[in-house]
Every structure is written in structure tokens, then in C-alpha cells.
């Protein structure tokens, strides 16, 4: 049975880690509000390039560009998003589990021979990813990309990818990522990047606000123009939200560590007070004893 020193101990342990989490708790809520406010300021980039590509799509015209035509499918590049960071609970084993899942379905669709070139994003990624490194299946370290990655760094991973499909290295490009939500909800997402699928291009809302354009130059060589800063917009957007949602899960794992830290003290304290009593009831007894004789 333990010591009334050591239980004090024990509870002194636990209110300091109680103080610990509740303070990373902070940093990863603000953190994420960073992120959200992040993800806000894309929105307006990417709708006004779907604003554009909704304008030249309702012109009498033929488009044409390899960035949306299809071929033959021998090679898939997928890139899984994770975190560079742990204490983030199940974020990364759930993401992990959802790549397993792409990888089989893409056997069953094309056959047990294909091979996936996968460019995990985040330390913690790269390490669960690189156990399924094999005869099919290839990992490849993306240099001086992590998940914090912002700007210039995003910019030129995706422009890699692009010229990675243009010369026939990969025939379609997946990501997979945590799509965020609000802080109690992420959703895995596995969305096809290249080619560009044209359901993705535009959507309703565009659709409303297209109006009657004279287009200079010619209308596929603005499409052709455009479509790289779609997918650009795509991949920052989908950086920023696998930030917010690495954030949220940290905020959620911190506060469950909160919880069971206050239900641990709360039995510790109650354990020490009635410790201390059963000690004072001794110490009274033996008083009383001494009194008698």
C-alpha cells in the first residue's frame, strides 16, 4: 500500500501534467485558429480561378491540355499527408489506414503489377509509410517539404508533380489527406489531383456568375494557363487544412489527456485524504491508549 509521501508524490506528478497539457491545449487551439484563418484567405484565389475557368468553360470553344487528359494507367503517385509532430492522438494511424485502403482498391481496379510512387508528407508519415517500400511500390522523400509548409516550398512540390505526370514518371496523382472540418470533426479525403477530373473544375455558384466574354488570346490558351494555378490552389489549400486538422486532433488528445489527468487526481486525492484519516485515527487511538494506561 502506498505512503501518504509517495501518494502526495504521485498527485503532485499528476498536477503538473495536468498544467502541462492544458498549456499545450492553448498553443494547438491557437495554432489552429491560425490555420482556419489561413484556409479563409485561400478561398478567394481559388474561386476566382474557378470564376475564370467557369467563363472560358461556357465559350463555344475546344479545350484541350495533358494536365485533363487520361491514359493508361501503369503508374500512380499518391501523396499522404501526416504530421511532422506527435501527441496528436490517432491522426496519423487513421490517414495511414485510409492509404492502405487507396492501395488495395487500385490493385483490385488495376491489377496486383501496378506500381505506386508515394510522397508522404511529414516525419511521422514518412516513417509509417516507409514499411511498405517493395517490389511495387516505391517511397520517395520530398525534400524541404514538411507539413508546416507554406509558399514557395508548396509551389514547387506541386509544379514537380506536374512535370513529373507531363513526362509519363506517374499517370495520375492522388492525395489523401484529413479534410477540415471544426475541431471535433476531420474527414479522410482522397481526392484525384492530376489529371484534373472536370467535375472539380467549377461548380454551381461559378456557373451562375459566368457572363458573355471576348476572350484575347484564344480561350484554350488561357484554359492552358490557368488550369496549373487550379491545381496549385488545390495542394495549398489542402496543406492548410491538413494543418488545421493535425491542430484540431492535437487539441482533442490534449484535452482527453486533461481529462483523465483531473479523474487520476481526483481518486489520488481521495485515496491521500483517506490515508491521512486512517493515520490520524492511529495516531488518536494510541493517544487514547496512552491515557488509559
Known amino acids: 500500500m502506498a505512503t501518504l509521501r509517495e501518494l502526495k508524490g504521485r498527485i503532485g506528478s499528476v498536477r503538473s501534467s495536468e498544467k502541462i497539457t492544458g498549456a499545450m491545449k492553448m498553443i494547438s487551439s491557437a495554432k489552429m485558429h491560425k490555420a482556419e484563418q489561413a484556409l479563409k484567405r485561400l478561398l478567394p484565389f481559388r474561386g476566382q480561378i474557378q470564376t475564370v475557368i467557369g467563363n472560358l468553360l461556357s465559350a463555344d470553344a475546344e479545350f484541350s491540355s495533358p494536365l485533363i487528359e487520361n491514359r493508361e494507367v501503369k503508374r500512380i503517385g499518391i501523396v499522404v499527408f501526416g504530421s511532422d509532430d506527435g501527441l496528436c492522438g490517432a491522426y496519423n494511424i487513421n490517414i495511414f489506414k485510409g492509404l492502405l485502403v487507396e492501395l488495395h482498391k487500385y490493385r483490385e481496379r488495376f491489377g496486383d503489377s501496378i506500381d505506386f510512387t508515394i510522397y508522404p508528407v511529414g516525419s511521422k508519415m514518412y516513417k509509417a509509410v516507409s514499411k ?147 493515520a490520524i485515527t492511529s495516531e488518536l487511538l494510541d493517544i487514547l491508549g496512552g491515557q488509559v494506561r
Do not use: W
Not at 484529413?178 to 484525384?192: A, D, P, T
Not at 489549400?237 to 492535437?250: P, Y
Not at 487539441?251 to 490515508?275: R, T, W
Open 132 to 278: 511498405l517500400a517493395g517490389a511495387h511500390v516505391r517511397v520517395e522523400a520530398i525534400d524541404g517539404v514538411h507539413s508546416k509548409s507554406t509558399g514557395d516550398e508548396v509551389k514547387r512540390f506541386t509544379f514537380d508533380l506536374q512535370q513529373q505526370y507531363l513526362d509519363g514518371i506517374v499517370d495520375i496523382v492522388d492525395i489523401i489527406y484529413m479534410s477540415y472540418k471544426s475541431v471535433s470533426r476531420q474527414i479522410l479525403r482522397s481526392e484525384q489531383l492530376l489529371p484534373v477530373v472536370s467535375e472539380t473544375l467549377t461548380d454551381n455558384d461559378v456557373a451562375v456568375q459566368c457572363r458573355p466574354y471576348i476572350f484575347e488570346p484564344d480561350p484554350n490558351t488561357i484554359f492552358n494557363s490557368v488550369l496549373p494555378l487550379f491545381v496549385l490552389s488545390v495542394m495549398q489549400e489542402t496543406f492548410t487544412e491538413n494543418q488545421a486538422s493535425e491542430q484540431a486532433a492535437r487539441v482533442m488528445a490534449m484535452q482527453s489527456a486533461n481529462d483523465n489527468a483531473k479523474k487520476l487526481l481526483e481518486s489520488l486525492q481521495l485515496e491521500y485524504n483517506k490515508l491521512r484519516q486512517q
